[in-house]
Structure formats: structure tokens, C-alpha cells
């Protein structure tokens, strides 16, 4: 038997995978990463603008707040200078103070002297010297401790005394001595009373300091240590007392006097009204002991300043805000130096924070004045500006509340790309993935072709080329006897048989594969369609060494069907028992009805299949045996045409199978009217 020489079909399955994979990498992976990279540079991009226009409009809050800030200290800079400093200084310290224009201040006369906050200087001889009688009663008081003696000695002196100054302090001496020995009611007396006189309004002590207003406050004392508060004397004096402290148009209380005597009320008085200087009054004692007055200069010379750290703060370069030595106290020297304006470091950033407040119109932000120093480390600020001509050594921070807005706008704009380029990989993929079905199936059209053709060149030369063969051998007259030609005529009406199935098949596998098979349904008689494909076959099986045995069962029901399609499927099994069978062949076809069912099975006990076969004979072209030279022929359709109207008929196949031993395949139809 002559073979035509072709690559076996369904060889190189799977092959033609790789160039499709490697299309679908390469149509989802570069656009995809493409994709990416736009998006990340996108998104970098989206980030960078949007904090550059929010840092543009933090910006230009902040140089509002700037300029607010400029504009504050402008004023309150000539408002300083404007201050007529030749008047009573107490007074301009008091009103200065008093309007809040700063928290404290020491006023200089033009000589650099300083005159407020200052002690009275008192002239050593303005002061009588101490009399017999005053050592005498001074030893009475506290050597002998006998001070009711010493009241009396003090009356004297007091009664006797020429010299106002004297007077006072011995009637002062003698209402302390009366407290001593528990006649408070008359020290009250003297100390609200005779020495609230005028005359004595001006007393002072040989160090400079005014009697009367101790001896008011002692007799206040002396009214709370005795519970005495609604002594008719208790208010009027208070209010003496308070009204002597405040008044700062009266030159003659020396500073630190007033201080005292300040801090002193407030602690005997609980419930005294808060005396407004006071703190003026300590900030401004505090920085003079720590910034001592350099030597006075004639009026004519230019004021020196005195303070090293104030150089620098002259006219030339314009006032500003410096340290001074003492720890959070701002210094602003007013031209000519006739003026030192204190600021506290948390009431020039409260100033700056109200200011921005009111200019700074963006959420979650917050401004503050930070000197240069103290900028926080741990919270970087956002932005930073410098704070004016005023205040060199701060700046004005801006920082971000809660969560950064920047990240936070840039987040929703980020999200939509993000999205956007998610939706675009999805396209990208999905396109992909149809192209990739679509060149697949292409190509298996192809091949299909290709094995196609291999087969149908192959498979009809075999049978045309023995036929041929015997034909001629019967022209040429070379037999022997007549038996001999109608042995020669049986194999040529064979090998008929067989190029006719293999002709059907090709046309049935045409027709199912363009979707054209058609079925005509009818009603059928199992035993005379199982016939019938018996009756087809039967002149193969009577050969020797082959038996065909057919099993009926009786109570077989009717089915719809198609039946040469039926008669094809028992026929294409029928076929293969006989083709994969090899001496001594026995086939069974049984016919039976089982679950609403009727099922078909040949079995036989051929060459049989190996687990791994069973699972692919149904597909189009498969062969065990894909060599060239395999003996049964044939060209992978069969089982597939099979599985096609088997399935049609909305039926079932499978396949049991041993090698070696024999396989038997059964159709199950279901019994009744045929929906497909
Ligand atoms: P073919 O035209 O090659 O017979 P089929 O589709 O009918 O094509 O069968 C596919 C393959 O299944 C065959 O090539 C054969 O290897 C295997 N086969 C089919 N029937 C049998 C059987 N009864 N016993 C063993 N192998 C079989």
C-alpha cells in the first residue's frame, strides 16, 4: 500500500501558542508600562503644580500678613518718637503703658540719664542729723525692748521735732511701738490720720522715701492683722494709698518705693483692684539692673547708647526690635535714644498672631511670628518670610494644621489618573486579549487547513493507488483464475467503502466546521437504525478472525433523531473497533435503554487507549499513533464527527479504555422529543 509522505496531523499542537503569548506580552506589557509611566509622571507633575499654586496663595496671605505687621510697628514706632518726653516722665510712662503701646519703657533725658523709672535723690544734709533723743528712744525700742517707753520718747521727739521730716518718722516710730504693745486702735490713729496730714505729705525717710504712704499702708496692715477692715478709716486710706501709687503726674514717689509699696497692697489686700503699672512697673526695674545707665553726657553730644547691644539702633539704620539681656524681653530704641520701648517675646507674637488672623482667609493654616532662633524644629513651617524692617531677628512662619492640603488636593487629582490610567490598562488588556483570540483561532483555521489538506492527499491516494493497482493488474490479464478476480474485485470495492466514509467524513467535518450541518429529526426505531449500520459493515466483519455480535435488548424505546447521522456515528465506532483491533477481532454492539435514556456500545478487544488518549480523541485530528506509516489509516476525524451529532442530539459520549486489553465507547441519547 502506497503512503504519501506528510507531517502527521495534530503534530506541532501547541506550538503555535508561543508567538500568540508572546503578542499578548507584548500588546499588554509595553502599552501597559507605558501607561505607568505617564501616569507616574503625571501624577508627579499634578503634585508639584498644585503645591506651587497653594504655596503661591500661602505666599501671598503671608506677605499681607507682612505688610500688616510693617505697617503695625511703623505706627507704633512714631507713636514712641511722638511721645512729648520733656513733660513729666512718670506720667508718659503711665500713658504709655497705659494705651498698650508697649510693655514697659525707660525714659532717658538727653544727656542719656535716665529719668523714669527713678529714685528721688535726697540731699544728705536735707535730712536733720539724729538726735540724743532719738538714740535714746531707737534703744528704748530695741535693746531694752520696752516699747511702750519708747512711744512716749518718740512723742516728744515728735511733739518737739522742728524739722517735718523728723516729725514724721518719729510719729511713725511711736504708732509702731503702740502696735507692739497692742494699742493698735490709737497707731491706727496716728498712721491713718495725723500723718494723712498735709503738712506731712511730702515727709521722707533719710533714704528718700515718702512717709506717708508706708504709714498708710501699715495702718492698713494693722486693720487686716486685727480684723478691723470696717474701720472708718479703712477705705479712705486704701483709696489714698492706691490713688498715691497710680498717679504718676506726682514726681516725688521714688520708683522703687512705688513698687514696694505696689506689691505690698497687693498681697495685704487681696481684693484690690489690679494696680495696671505694676508689671511695667517690675519689667522695667528688671531691665535697668540688667542694662545699667552709662555715664551721662553733656546735652549738646550726641547720645551714646550705653547698651552694646543697642548699638547698631541708631537713626542711620532705622529702629528695630532687638534682645535684650533679659530672657524674652524685646527692646525698641526710640531716635535720640530718649526712649526704650520693652516688649515681651509672647506679646509681640500675640500681636502678630491677631494680625494674621484677620488677613489670613485660607483653612487650616496658621501664622506665627517666630524670632529667627526659636523656629521649631520638629514642625517645619511651610513657609517662611522675613517680618519687616521692625523686627529683623523674626520671621513670620506658615504652617499647615491637620493633614497637608497640599498632598490632599494633589490626592484627588492623583486618584482620577490613577483610575483613568487603570481603565486605559483594562482596555489596553481587553483589546489585547481579542486580538490574541482572534490571531489564535487564525491560526488554528490554518493549521486545521494545512492537516487538512495533508490528510486529504494522503488518505484518498492510498485507497485510489491500491485500486489503480488491482484495476490494472485485471486489464493486463494477470490472474490466475476466476477466483481470483473476484478477490481482487472485493478488495477493490474495499477499498470503495473506505475512500467513500473518508469522503463523507471530510464532508461532514466541512459542514460542521462552517456551521452548516444540518439535522432532520424524526422519529426512529433503534433496532432498525443499529441495523441498518450493521448491515454496512457487515461484509467487513465476515472475514475470518472476526466476529461482530449485536445485542438488542427488547424493550428499547423510540428516540428522535437524526438517522444517517446516527447510522454515521455507529458506523465511524464500528470502524475503529474493527481499524484498532488486530487478530482474532471480537466486537460487540449492544443497544439498551437505561435512565430515560438509550444508549449505544461497542466494545472490543483491541489495542485499547491510555488514560491520557482517552482524554483527547475527541478532539478534531488527534492519532495515537501520528507515524507516517500507522497501519488503520484514517485521519482523526471520526470520534470528532461522532462527539459532533452525539452531541447534537443532545447525547453523550465516553470512552472505557485498557491498553492491550480493548476499549468500549457508549453513546447515551435521551429518549423523547429533541430540543437542540
Ligand atoms: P481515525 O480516522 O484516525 O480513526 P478517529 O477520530 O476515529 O480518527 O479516532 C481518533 C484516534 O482514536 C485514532 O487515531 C485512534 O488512535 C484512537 N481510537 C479510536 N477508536 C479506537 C479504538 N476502538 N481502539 C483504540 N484506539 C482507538
Known amino acids: 500500500m502506497v503512503r504519501a509522505k506528510y507531517r502527521g496531523p495534530g503534530a506541532g499542537h501547541g506550538q503555535g501558542a508561543w508567538p500568540v503569548l508572546l503578542l499578548l506580552l507584548v500588546a499588554v506589557v509595553v502599552p501597559t508600562a507605558c501607561v505607568l509611566w505617564f501616569m507616574t509622571e503625571a501624577m508627579r507633575n499634578e503634585r508639584l503644580a498644585i503645591r506651587q499654586k497653594l504655596t503661591e496663595a500661602y505666599r501671598g496671605q503671608l506677605l499681607a500678613v507682612q505688610s500688616q505687621l510693617q505697617t503695625h510697628w ?87 521735732a522742728a524739722d517735718v521730716n523728723l516729725a514724721a518718722r518719729a510719729l511713725q516710730a511711736r504708732a509702731r511701738c503702740l502696735g507692739k504693745t497692742g494699742r493698735t486702735g490709737a497707731a491706727i490713729d496716728i498712721l491713718a490720720r495725723t500723718l494723712a496730714d498735709d503738712k506731712y505729705r511730702n515727709a521722707r525717710t533719710p533714704d528718700g522715701h515718702l512717709i506717708a504712704p508706708g504709714a498708710q499702708l501699715y495702718a492698713i496692715r494693722l486693720m487686716h492683722v486685727t480684723g478691723d477692715v470696717e474701720h472708718p478709716d479703712y477705705h479712705s486710706t486704701l483709696a489714698s494709698l492706691v490713688q498715691r501709687l497710680t498717679g504718676y503726674e506726682d514726681p516725688t ?106 488677613h489670613v482667609s485660607l483653612a487650616d493654616v496658621s501664622v506665627k511670628l517666630v524670632p529667627r532662633t526659636a523656629r521649631a524644629r520638629r514642625r517645619p513651617p511651610l513657609i517662611v518670610v522675613s517680618a519687616g524692617e521692625y523686627l529683623l531677628d523674626w520671621e513670620l512662619a506658615l504652617y499647615v494644621e491637620g493633614a497637608d492640603p497640599l ?36 491560526m488554528k483555521l490554518t493549521r486545521l487547513k494545512n492537516d487538512l489538506i495533508a490528510t486529504v492527499s494522503h488518505e484518498l491516494k492510498t485507497p485510489l493507488a491500491s485500486m489503480r493497482a488491482l484495476v490494472d493488474t485485471l486489464i493486463e490479464g494477470r490472474y490466475r483464475d476466476r477466483h481470483q478476480v473476484d478477490d481482487y474485485l472485493q478488495l477493490i470495492a474495499r477499498e470503495n467503502t473506505r475512500l467513500s466514509r473518508l469522503i463523507d467524513n471530510f464532508l461532514t467535518f466541512s459542514r ?15 433496532e432498525e437504525t443499529v441495523n441498518a449500520a450493521v448491515e454496512a459493515v457487515r461484509e467487513r466483519f ?31 465506532l464500528l470502524d475503529n473497533a474493527h481499524k484498532y483491533s488486530e487478530d482474532d477481532r471480537h466486537v460487540i454492539l449492544r443497544a439498551y435503554a437505561a435512565d ?81
Open 74 to 160: 511703623e505706627d507704633r514706632a512714631a507713636a514712641l518718637a511722638g511721645v512729648d518726653l520733656d513733660a513729666g516722665a512718670g506720667e508718659a510712662f503711665a500713658d504709655l503703658v497705659g494705651e498698650g503701646l508697649c510693655d514697659s519703657v525707660i525714659i532717658y533725658d538727653r544727656s542719656g540719664r535716665v529719668r523714669y523709672p527713678v529714685d528721688v535723690q535726697t540731699e544728705p544734709d536735707g535730712q536733720a542729723p539724729e538726735t540724743a533723743e532719738w538714740i535714746h528712744a531707737r534703744r528704748l525700742e530695741y535693746e531694752e525692748n520696752d516699747a511702750g517707753a519708747a512711744a512716749a520718747s518718740y512723742a516728744t521727739i515728735a511733739e518737739q
Open 253 to 358: 514717689l521714688p520708683s522703687s518705693q512705688r513698687r514696694f509699696l505696689m506689691h505690698q497692697v497687693q498681697t495685704v489686700v487681696p481684693d484690690c483692684p489690679p494696680l495696671p503699672t505694676l508689671v511695667a512697673e517690675d519689667l522695667a526695674a528688671d531691665y535697668l539692673e540688667s542694662h545699667p545707665p552709662g555715664p551721662a553726657v553733656p546735652d549738646s553730644s550726641p547720645p551714646l547708647p550705653a547698651d552694646p547691644l543697642l548699638a547698631g539702633t541708631t537713626d542711620k539704620e532705622g529702629p528695630c526690635l532687638r534682645p535684650s539681656r533679659l530672657p524674652s524681653v524685646w527692646q525698641l530704641v526710640s531716635p535720640g535714644r530718649r526712649l526704650v520701648a520693652l516688649f515681651t517675646q509672647d506679646r509681640i507674637a500675640a500681636e502678630a498672631q491677631s494680625l494674621a488672623q484677620t
Open 407 to 442: 498632598s490632599e488636593a494633589a490626592d484627588k487629582r492623583i486618584v482620577i489618573h490613577l483610575w483613568t490610567g487603570i481603565l486605559v490598562i483594562v482596555v489596553i488588556t481587553a483589546l489585547a486579549l481579542l486580538v490574541a483570540r482572534y490571531v489564535s483561532r487564525q
Open 512 to 526: 460542521m466546521e462552517r456551521n452548516k450541518r444540518t439535522f432532520e429529526f424524526a422519529d426512529l426505531r433503534v
Open 542 to 572: 465476515t472475514s475470518a478472525g472476526c466476529r461482530l455480535d449485536v445485542e438488542l435488548s427488547d424493550d428499547l424505546p423510540a428516540i428522535t433523531g437524526d438517522r444517517d447521522a446516527l447510522i454515521t456515528v455507529i458506523l465511524n
Open 596 to 676: 430515560a435514556h438509550v444508549c449505544l456500545e461497542v466494545e472490543d478487544n483491541g489495542i485499547g487507549l491510555s488514560r491520557r488518549a482517552t482524554k483527547r480523541i475527541f478532539d478534531r485530528f488527534y492519532q495515537v499513533d501520528q507515524s507516517l506509516s500507522r497501519p488503520a489509516g484514517g485521519c482523526g476525524l471520526g470520534l470528532s464527527i461522532v462527539r459532533f451529532i452525539v452531541q447534537a442530539h443532545g447525547g453523550t459520549i465516553s470512552v472505557t479504555s485498557q491498553p492491550g486489553k480493548g476499549s468500549t465507547f457508549t453513546v447515551r441519547l435521551p429518549v423523547g422529543p429533541n430540543d437542540e
